[in-house]
């Protein structure tokens, strides 16, 4: 499997217009990967609280339409990163959203662990409540969300409903890059599976961005990892090392905290 992550930057004094269609061309260019990835909030920035109800839009909104139709035209799976969504009732939330090769929706995820303690997406936003897979031709992906990424129960979970491969878009800040790398590792190492993880490059808000989009393998070995700028990181993986590295070190199977007692006769 092929996938390319997206490490866009996202500047003042460019419209959300414009990040659309460059965006677009730039997914339209990787038509020869089976799976492309973006990064969290790209539409506004990560760090733009001021931005997120401006720049809300429904989930079948201008962002929606533009990336269905780049997946389709690629002809790729697309981890289209998040935007910020309004709900029917008004709520705002951090909702990412995954398009077939064919443009059709196959999944959207609200971000269950929203970032900022006291402000920012943590009072604007609401939380999501549902794990989310997706299968795809030779794995099953699991969604989660930048600051998820610090909760390893959720991704304990996504492990026990399936997923094989974990992709996490991201507005990670340079000031803790550290955690992030050493996060995606423990991820993979832990639950045995792929992480692709996609952040942003540039600054947001005045807050700059780690960069640095990481795959990683289910031993823990990064097989690829950007730099700090604008940049396309494309990786050629085997799912069906997540499989053999389970059968070779069955680690999984010896969990015994966070599983359902059976039930009694």
């Known amino acids: 499997m092929r996938a390319s992550l997206i490490q866009i930057a996202v500047e003042e004094g460019e419209s959300v217009e414009s990040r659309r269609r460059r965006v677009a061309s730039l997914v339209r260019d990787q038509n020869g990967a089976d799976l492309v990835v973006l990064p969290e909030l790209w539409t506004t920035g990560a760090f733009a609280f001021e931005e997120f109800d401006a720049e809300a839009e429904p989930l079948r909104g201008p962002t929606y339409e533009a990336m269905a139709k780049a997946a389709s035209d690629a002809g790729v ?34 971000k269950i662990h929203r970032f900022g303690f006291d402000k920012g997406e943590a009072v604007l936003m609401g939380a999501g409540r549902e794990l989310v897979t997706v299968p795809l031709p030779g794995t099953t992906v699991g969604v989660a969300t930048c600051y998820d990424l610090r909760f390893p129960e959720l991704f304990r979970s996504l492990v026990d409903a399936g997923a094989e491969t974990l992709v996490i878009p991201a507005g990670w800040p340079e000031r803790r890059r550290a955690h992030w790398t050493l996060l995606a590792q ?80």
């Not at 910020?84 to 959207?108: C, H, K, M, Q």
């Not at 005045?206 to 031993?219: K, L």
Request: one cysteine or more; a negative charge.
């Open 77 to 110: 799976w697309l981890h289209a990163g998040s935007i910020p969504e309004r709900a029917p009732d008004g709520t705002l939330y951090n909702t990412s959203l995954v398009f077939s090769p064919t443009g059709d929706l196959a999944a959207s995820y609200r």
């Open 186 to 265: 423990a991820r993979a190492v832990e639950n045995q599976a792929f992480v692709l993880a996609c952040g942003t490059a540039g600054t947001h808000a005045g807050v700059p961005q780690a960069g640095h989009s990481i795959v990683v393998d289910p031993w823990g070995e990064v097989l690829a990892e950007a730099g700090a700028d604008e940049e396309i990181l494309t990786v050629d993986f085997d799912p069906g090392k997540v499989a053999t590295t389970r059968e070779q070190f069955p680690a999984l199977k010896d969990r015994v905290l966070g599983l359902k007692a059976p039930d009694r006769p």
